[in-house]
């Protein structure tokens, strides 16, 4: 039979996509390793050292930032976002009380008992 015809591989041709052999082929060299690295109590204790100074650097930077936002009289993010969260609830009790005034309209006007003129104040 000659290569490369129905059913049988053809010789040099690689089967499946280029990236995934190349993935797969780092992914084999790497394993071992990593996974003898990460077996290592000590490994993950510092990566967790490491995490967690993280968050504090971050935290103690954005504290110091804020600081000197409001010693220039500027609003921070945390400001920002707190008159952020207060318009958003002021949004949605407006739209409770419109829906509210469109159900007695409704009413009202199911019932007859209120001209245009007494509704719109014209």
Do not use: C
Not at 45 to 51: D, F, H, N, R, S
């Amino acid at each position: 039979m000659v290569s490369g015809t129905v059913g049988e591989p053809r010789l040099g041709v690689v089967e499946g996509p280029l990236w995934k052999k190349a993935y797969d082929a780092a992914e084999r060299q790497a394993s071992p390793a990593l996974t003898k690295l990460f077996s290592n109590p000590g490994v993950i204790e510092a990566m967790t050292l490491g995490m967690a100074v993280q968050r504090r650097a971050a935290a103690d930077f954005a504290e110091y930032v804020r600081r000197g936002l409001h010693g220039v009289n500027l609003p921070s993010g945390t400001d920002v976002q707190k008159v952020s969260n207060q318009i958003a609830g002021l949004e949605r009790q407006i739209r409770v009380l419109n829906r509210r005034i469109d159900e007695l309209r409704s009413e009202a006007d199911a019932s007859g008992s209120v001209s245009d003129t007494e509704r719109t104040g014209r």
